[in-house]
């Protein structure tokens, strides 16, 4: 899938005792931050969804209030963490 007209191949890696803790990451951020930020967000919304099979997501990082995830960039990779929610 392209964001802003732009490939970004991406990768999830889950915890081994608890699936629902990821970190969502992408490269290519070098080819556009937003795109490589939208990119991220919609991968970790994939790894809910068909792991969870929800789409609500607390971000690691985030402050109380604030929306959306809190993004960092390591060289040209922008990562995303945090954990799918199942509601009871």
């Not at 607390?58 to 509601?87: F, H, L, M, N």
Request: charged content about 25%.
């Amino acid at each position: 899938m392209l964001f802003d007209g732009n490939y970004y191949p991406a990768k999830v890696r889950a915890e081994r005792g608890d699936r629902r803790v990821f970190t969502a990451s992408v490269g290519r951020a070098g080819r556009g931050v937003e795109g490589a930020r939208k990119a991220a967000v919609h991968e970790a919304t994939r790894h809910c969804i068909a792991n969870f099979g929800t789409s609500t997501i607390e971000w690691k990082g985030a402050r109380e209030g604030q929306e959306g995830p809190v993004y960092t960039r390591s060289g040209d990779r922008v990562s995303v963490s945090g954990t799918c929610t199942i509601w009871r």
